[in-house]
């Protein structure tokens, strides 16, 4: 690379770390669906896909928990990271390089 190339992309990227781009995602919280499966997050409660009520690790645009004894994958960490309003991707300590979508439910949860 010649430094005709170099000096703009440095100060381009310069520029872009001190004016990083706004988080697209509210927040974490709210009714989350995949298929027929749904979890939903209020704060550090959550009703899990499992239908278990509980406390995790919140965190504005996250949340982590263990899956409880009783539904499947028991024991595992589900980890919850919110990509932006429409989307938060869910994976498990199980299976950690396989990503889940999940997007806002349509449909009332009760």
């Not at 170099?6 to 706004?22: D, K, Q, S």
């Not at 009714?31 to 979890?39: A, I, Q, S, T």
């Not at 645009?61 to 938060?88: C, K, N, R, S, W």
Request: glycine share 10%; with cysteine.
């Amino acid at each position: 690379m010649t430094l005709k190339i170099r000096v703009p992309v440095l100060t381009g990227l310069a520029i872009a770390m001190l004016f990083p781009a706004p988080v697209g995602a509210d927040q974490i919280d709210g009714n989350w669906c995949r298929g027929l499966k749904h979890f939903s997050i209020d704060g550090p409660s959550i009703v899990t896909p499992g239908g278990t009520k509980m406390t995790g690790i919140y965190d504005r645009h996250g949340f982590q928990y263990v899956v409880p004894e009783g539904e499947p994958g028991a024991g595992t960490t589900i980890t919850m990271a919110q990509q932006h309003d429409e989307l938060v991707h869910v994976s498990s300590s199980a299976k950690p390089d396989e990503v889940q979508n999940w997007t806002p439910c349509n449909r009332q949860i009760s």
